[in-house]
């Protein structure tokens, strides 16, 4: 069980919330109160005394600015401190990602693409040895996640049944949960994913383009494939097309 002694309450409203976010036992005490038995760690600010009777437990201070930390460094503790930690990620337009540490997921999440690699390195920062498993579908955004993250080791995956069957009321968790499923299968190491469009995918981005704009005009199939390469984005593929009056100046040949 975890213990919360602190005269910090910012620490003390941080820590505990993150904790019953996680449905973590917990119980908390004044910081000169004796540890009932069963304690496993202790939870406390970064000025708070802690008596040599407290010390028989693994203690984590935690910073008012950030109890999420404190938090995970506690259950890492618990769990023995050597669980591997997997971000798996789910690619598509909003993929899902999802955090395991061992056996357990510590934090999900539905982004755009563009602000996965952001949301992984912010996850990672204070791991050691992390592993990113990211599924081989939608493979224009899945190449452009393993561009954004070249310095973490990467395994593709195959993603064939991560998706489970979604029933009442749990409409829009797919992407999450497939994420966290492709976490759990090893897959193969790559350095990165060079994707030669398909005429299909063309076309999706095309689709996109006239979505994007509100129906007011769809991109060339020479901007659609810059835009596969991540030359370009899809509002400087519009701007672009613009510029152009529509026509196929924006067209580029295939390499």
Sequence with gaps: ???????????????????????VEFTTLEVDEE??????????????????????????RADPEDPR???EEALALIRDGDARTVVGIDPGDRPGIA????????????????????????ELEDAVDPTIRIGD??????????????????????????TPYLGTGARGMGDVLAAVNIARRSGERI?????TPTKGELQVIKRRSREHSEGDRTITEGLA???????????????EHRENGGDEAGETTEE
């Design 99 to 122: 955090v395991v540490v061992g056996d357990t997921v510590v934090a999900a999440f539905q982004v755009p693409r563009a602000d996965v690699g952001d949301v992984v390195r912010r």
């Design 191 to 195: 350095e990165g994913r060079d994707i």
């Design 69 to 71: 930390a404190a938090v």
């Design 137 to 162: 579908g939608a493979r224009l955004d899945g190449s452009r996640i393993v561009d954004d993250l070249p310095e973490i080791p990467l395994e593709l995956v195959d993603e064939t049944g991560t």
């Design 225 to 239: 494939r810059r835009v596969a390469r991540g030359e370009l984005t899809m509002d400087e593929a519009l701007a």
């Design 1 to 23: 069980m975890i213990v919360v002694a602190t005269e910090d309450f910012e620490v003390y409203h941080g820590v505990v919330n993150e904790l019953r976010e996680r449905s």
């Design 35 to 60: 540890l009932p038995d069963g304690t496993t760690l202790l939870v406390t600010g970064p000025d708070d005394e802690v008596y040599p009777e407290q010390l028989s437990v693994d203690v984590v």
